[in-house]
């Protein structure tokens, strides 16, 4: 595996359900990232990781919860989602959490809410 | 945080060059500027970045001019495949990379 994977591809859950989003990148990088991204909207950054620290929640709804065990794993943990969380949700790894550094996305992991 | 300001949508046909111009009027120092493609249903991949004058790669050229007030992706020769979102972002530093609502191109037989 290169790049970044991301397990599911695809997610339908309920609103009472608890369900976490796998993403792994194999680069070798520092800074790993979660963003949303909803039907015509642009895409959101919800949390940003580096060096296994977070270092970023950009007000994101508590139901939302990540985690990142090392700098190759990241995990969205989500539980009592709502409808209105349905979306494409993609992890991107960087070398390092700087501005400049070229983000590496993931295939991103469709989220149906129901 | 500077903010970008790019066409909300652009057809061109194939073969033809593309040009997709963005402007950030409030660029600071030390901001770069990068442009992203994204496809349906993919995270988007990083395409060029520049910081003034002219760079190109095997994919694009980015023309900056001297008061770097705005950008210009340039696609030579597009294809079918070129369709797609594309972002202009202007970052600096440690800032958040934050995306617009991108540039949908739309390319025609």
């Known amino acids: 595996e290169t790049g970044v994977t991301q397990t599911p591809r695809h997610l339908v859950m309920g609103m009472t359900n608890k369900k976490s989003l796998k993403c792994e990148q194999h680069?070798?990088?520092?800074?790993m990232y979660w963003y949303k991204q909803s039907a015509k909207k642009p895409l959101e950054l919800m949390f940003v990781?580096?060096?296994?620290?977070?270092?970023e929640n950009n007000s994101v709804p508590s139901r939302f919860s990540p985690e990142c065990p090392n700098s190759s794993h990241l995990f969205l943990h989500l539980h009592t989602l709502q409808p209105e969380d349905s979306a494409l949700y993609l992890c991107?790894?960087?070398?390092?959490?700087?501005?400049?550094?070229?983000?590496?996305f993931g295939p991103g992991t469709r989220l149906t809410v129901t | 945080l500077a903010k970008t300001t790019q066409p909300i949508s652009m057809d061109s046909y194939e073969g033809q060059e593309v040009n997709i111009t963005c402007s950030h009027n409030?660029?600071?120092?030390?901001?770069?500027i990068t442009w992203y493609q994204q496809f349906p249903s993919q995270g988007p991949r990083f395409i060029i970045q520049?910081?003034?004058t002219k760079v190109t790669n095997e994919v694009a050229s980015l023309f900056i001019p001297a008061d770097r007030k705005s950008s210009t992706l340039s696609l030579p020769r597009v294809s079918l495949s070129d369709t797609a979102v594309y972002y202009c972002?202007?970052?600096?530093?440690?800032?958040?990379?934050?995306f617009g609502k991108g540039t949908r191109l739309h390319i025609l037989p």
């Open positions: 991107a790894s960087s070398q390092d959490r700087a501005g400049r550094e070229d983000l590496f």
């Open positions: 680069l070798g990088h520092n800074a």
């Open positions: 990781y580096s060096l296994e620290e977070r270092v």
């Open positions: 409030n660029i600071a120092t030390n901001d770069y």
């Open positions: 520049g910081y003034k």
């Open positions: 972002l202007v970052v600096e530093g440690d800032d958040k990379i934050i």
